[in-house]
């Protein structure tokens, strides 16, 4: 969860309702000017960095649209530098190598003639092959649980709580937490979390837009699970967090626009650095991708 290259400010006012609606639409509708070149735009709002999430989410969309008959497996990607939401992004696709079946891009996100943005991607032919998969977890399903409005009463307070206005600002994807004990500050807390998300409105029938949908998605809570066990989150004012690199793994065909589990969990954190993975799993319980992601999370007692 950052602005692509630095942290974000998560009590910033919300966009409107008719901005956030188009958002995901909007974001992805890149702008096609040379071969394997492409500019994107960041919606309106007052956050003063572009979301890791839409950079993610644009390249791999950028880079499935030089890809025909054949759907991302995997990407890998690094954060360079903070993003200016008032100035496009333009990206340009590397045609690294076009196999029988593999396909290989990289990409670059560009602005104000600086690299701000980095992410290799991988495509496969569709075959068959051997199945296994983890079990999703056993989890409330997301009708039971709190929607956002609920969550953000869970919160209220006379003071400004960063918390609730997280959940009072409405976005383009709809977040339900399992544990909600996660947010009441215990240190004895094992460092996992479980979240289910979709997409709040219809979405169209390409995979590729489901896909880069879901890459969105997967950069909005993955950092924080690596401060769980530490009674912290990155809403806490006196942690400096930031995204350093991110990793998305897709595995079946999945809807954005139905609700996912996102199971999260931190192994490690140390150094200033978080590491943290996720799982994420269909209604139906099909494993359809995984995460990894590792974070600044640095401890900054001169920011309380």
């Given at each position: ?15 409107t ?18 071969r ?22 644009q ?18 990607a ?40 980095a ?32 969550m ?43 979240v ?21 998605a ?34 079946r065909p ?17 150094g ?15 494993l ?17």
């Open positions: 969860m950052r602005a692509a290259g630095r942290s974000v400010n998560l009590t910033a006012m919300p966009p309702m008719s901005q956030i609606s188009a958002s995901l639409t909007a974001i992805l509708d890149l702008e096609p000017l040379e394997n070149l492409f500019r994107g735009r960041s919606p309106k709002s007052t956050w003063p960095r572009v979301f890791g999430g839409q950079v993610i989410a390249s791999l969309y950028a880079a499935c649209k030089t890809v025909e008959d054949r759907q991302p497996h995997s990407l890998h690094y954060f360079l530098l903070a993003g200016d939401p008032e100035v496009p992004i333009v990206y340009e696709v590397d045609r690294l190598r076009d196999g029988r079946s593999f396909t290989t891009r990289r990409v670059l996100a560009i602005q104000k003639g600086e690299a701000i943005f992410m290799s991607a991988s495509f496969h032919v569709d075959e068959p092959g051997y199945e296994h998969q983890m079990p999703m977890p056993k989890v409330p399903m997301p009708e039971e649980l709190p929607d956002r409005e609920e953000a009463k869970l919160f209220n307070s006379p003071q400004p709580n960063p918390l609730q206005t997280f959940y009072q600002r409405k976005r383009p994807i709809e977040i339900r937490p399992v544990e909600l004990e996660r947010y009441r500050g215990s240190a004895n807390l094992e460092p996992k979390f479980n289910w998300i979709r997409a709040i409105e219809p979405l169209p029938d390409e995979p590729a837009f489901h896909q880069s949908v879901l890459a969105y997967s950069d909005l809570l993955l950092l924080d699970s690596s401060l769980i066990a530490h009674g912290a989150t990155v809403f806490d004012q006196k942690i400096q967090a930031a995204s350093l690199d991110h990793a998305l793994w897709f595995h999945f809807r954005a626009d139905d609700w996912l589990l996102y199971s999260q969990d931190s192994p490690s954190t140390s200033a650095r978080g590491f943290s993975r996720g799982l994420i799993f269909d209604r139906q319980g099909r359809v991708a995984s995460v990894a992601q590792e974070g600044l999370v640095r401890p900054r007692p001169d920011l309380g």
